[in-house]
């Protein structure tokens, strides 16, 4: 099956920086891809559609400010936690959708701890 | 988007059939029904997708009533690496810009 890859795995930032996370799809142009959050033991919760050469579409209650989605090219989207805090600690977890739409092709994750 | 409702846990032994069913039932017509495992701090991985009738893959398989009001995955013979969070997700991956929404899936224990 195709391929999406998430960069860095983990990565732990202290409070006030801004951390970006990196997300491919290895074998696959992408025209869309999507952003979730993980928290323990809860289910994943959709955070913005990210759509190549445009704006991100961002789900109610999520800081389009915040949280930063650029989606330059067919096989690269990326998310910028800005000025993180304890509270953005999380799972981040990137899918990309086929070009036929029929799947979703899920990355391996991104957590973020924030001191 | 349809609502599912799965139950939130479930147990089993090695070896057994383990049936999860999951209810939709505000699902539209061109909906599909799609499951997905997560182990624990991993993406979620594709399971198995249907429409209607019967679904059938090397891993498991997926019962669909003519109501489609809900759907029934079936894991044969589980083994302790099936252990993990099952999502069922209802969707129409070609015409709503195919956003799948979680609900809270079904932690499943498989004991030796």
């Known amino acids: 099956g195709a391929v999406v890859s998430q960069h860095p795995s983990r990565v732990i930032c202290k409070s006030g920086t801004s951390v970006k996370i990196e997300c491919r799809s290895l074998?696959?142009?992408?025209?869309?891809m999507f952003w979730y959050r993980q928290f323990p033991k809860k289910s994943l919760m959709l955070m913005a559609t990210?759509?190549?050469?445009?704006?991100?579409?961002?789900e109610q209650g999520v800081e389009k400010d915040k949280f930063l989605i650029n989606h330059a090219s067919l096989t690269l989207s990326t998310l910028t936690v800005t000025s993180a805090h304890p509270e953005d600690s999380s799972f981040y977890i990137c899918?990309?959708?086929?070009?036929?739409?029929?799947?979703?092709?899920f990355g391996p994750g991104t957590r973020l701890t924030v001191t | 988007l349809a609502k599912t409702t799965q139950p939130i846990s479930m147990d089993s032994y090695e070896g057994q059939e383990v049936n999860i069913t999951c209810s939709h039932n505000?699902?539209?017509?061109?909906?599909?029904i799609t499951w997905y495992q997560q182990f624990p701090s991993q993406g979620p991985r594709f399971i198995i997708q249907g429409y209607k009738t019967k679904v059938t893959n090397e891993v498991a398989s997926l019962f669909i009533p003519a109501d489609r009001k809900s759907s029934t995955l079936s894991l044969p013979r589980v083994s302790l690496s099936d252990t993990a969070v099952y999502y069922c997700?209802?969707?129409?991956?070609?015409?709503?810009?195919?956003?799948?929404?979680f609900g809270q899936g079904t932690e499943l224990s498989v004991k030796p």
């Open positions: 997700l209802v969707g129409a991956h070609y015409n709503q810009g195919g956003k799948l929404i």
């Open positions: 899918s990309a959708r086929d070009p036929t739409g029929a799947e979703q092709y």
């Open positions: 990210s759509n190549e050469g445009s704006k991100a579409t961002y």
């Open positions: 505000n699902i539209a017509t061109n909906d599909y």
């Open positions: 074998d696959f142009q992408a025209t869309t």
